[in-house]
């Protein structure tokens, strides 16, 4: 695909589509990186200032994840990304990295911010899959953090959070048979596989060993051997 794509942006330069595909293509390269980024960036040369340059400022800063030396341009691009269109998965990004920095009251605005967002949605019945994703892990980014401040009482709170959003929100959830249909159940499991649940786990196990109580602690020490068992 890289081919054609490459062929594509010679016969017509300014075809913006075709360097955004371009760099695309290179995704699953890591030798390719800095080609990946030249040709995202030259397809913002005609639309940095429209929102849909959001979602290409969003994948250049991706591209940047694969470089430790590149943080703060991963971190701009993000921030141009949210400014382009404020979007829950910009905000998330922006959230880890300020979390990852040590500052954790910009990084806790910023999981609200997803949280109280998203939780409207399901309250409308209208959170997709990759929304119900993003605020099962916002409550987890926010567990760790607090297990990190040892409050370990807050921890218990925000992690059982999640596993509502995993074990209660997403089962209620009537975004699936409404676009799904007769593939909702299908989705469903899907999506729930990719909530990683292994850190949920091991982070009640161990606040609830921290707050005493040790009945709450085998609980879920149990359930992570079980999670391992079947999923490693």
């Known amino acids: 695909m890289a081919e054609e794509c ?19 293509s290179f995704e699953t390269s890591r030798t ?18 429209q929102c849909l340059s959001s979602t290409v400022y969003y994948w250049v800063g991706k591209r940047y994840e694969n470089n430790r030396n590149d943080r703060e341009l991963m971190k701009y691009s ?30 806790t605005r910023l999981f609200d911010e997803i949280i109280a967002g998203l939780r409207k949605k399901v309250k409308m019945g209208m959170a997709d ?29 925000l992690e059982l959070k999640a596993l509502e959003v995993r074990d209660k929100l997403l089962k209620d959830s009537p975004y699936f048979s409404i676009f799904y249909g007769s593939e909702a159940e299908r989705y469903k499991e899907l999506t729930r596989r ?26 879920y020490f149990e359930k992570l051997k079980i999670w391992q068992l079947m999923n490693e």
């Open 194 to 219: 990719r909530m990683g649940i292994k850190t949920t786990y091991l982070l009640l196990s161990e606040s609830y060993r921290k707050l005493l109580d040790k009945e709450k602690a085998e609980e």
């Open 129 to 157: 899959p990759v929304e119900l994703e993003y605020l099962f892990k916002s409550y987890n980014q926010k567990g760790l953090m607090s297990f990190q401040r040892e409050s370990y009482a807050k921890v218990v709170d």
């Open 6 to 24: 490459e062929t594509l942006c010679r016969e017509y330069p300014d075809f913006t589509n075709a360097w955004v595909l371009l760099g695309l």
């Open 32 to 49: 390719k990186n800095n080609d990946a980024l030249a040709a995202l960036e030259k397809s913002l040369e005609n639309i940095s200032e």
């Open 78 to 107: 993000y921030e141009l990304a949210n400014s382009k269109k404020k979007k829950f998965r910009n905000i998330f990004k922006l959230a880890v990295i300020e979390k990852n920095e040590g500052d954790f009251e910009a990084a």
